[in-house]
């Protein structure tokens, strides 16, 4: 069984940084893509950015130059690197990953697996 662990939330000021990292487990996690969501309250869950099995990587126009997903197959885990950080970007914020190998999208409803998320509060 798939499980995901997300770590490094927390609460910074507004042009602050944090790392998350989402440690996975259940099959082999080079063969598949890994994708950032987040859900701030009373909003609808929205994709931040995602990672190929070799690297490329995708994002939501509001995280593209602030924020940098990666990868470490031989850990296992994804990051996601958060810079210039803003209180827009306070969220809960989960990794999640497809059902399908060889496959990455920013639709939420192709992704199977998820963490249970991480607090991420930007204060102005």
């Known amino acids: 069984q798939v499980q995901l662990v997300e770590s490094g939330g927390g609460l910074v000021q507004a042009g602050g940084s944090l790392r998350l990292s989402c440690a996975a487990s259940?099959?082999?996690?080079?063969?598949?893509?890994m994708g950032w969501f987040r859900q701030a309250p009373g909003k609808e869950r929205e994709f931040v950015a995602a990672?190929?099995?070799?690297?490329?990587?995708i994002y939501v126009d509001s995280a593209k130059a602030r924020f940098t997903i990666s990868r470490d197959n031989a850990k296992n885990t994804v990051y996601l690197q958060m810079n210039s950080l803003k209180p827009e970007d306070t969220a809960v914020y989960h990794c999640?990953?497809?059902?399908?190998?060889?496959?990455?999208?920013?639709?939420?409803?192709?992704?199977?697996?998820w963490g249970q998320g991480t607090q991420v509060t930007v204060s102005s």
């Open positions: 999640a990953a497809p059902g399908r190998r060889w496959y990455i999208s920013r639709i939420e409803h192709e992704y199977n697996y």
């Open positions: 259940g099959r082999t996690f080079s063969d598949y893509a």
């Open positions: 990672i190929s099995w070799s690297g490329a990587d």
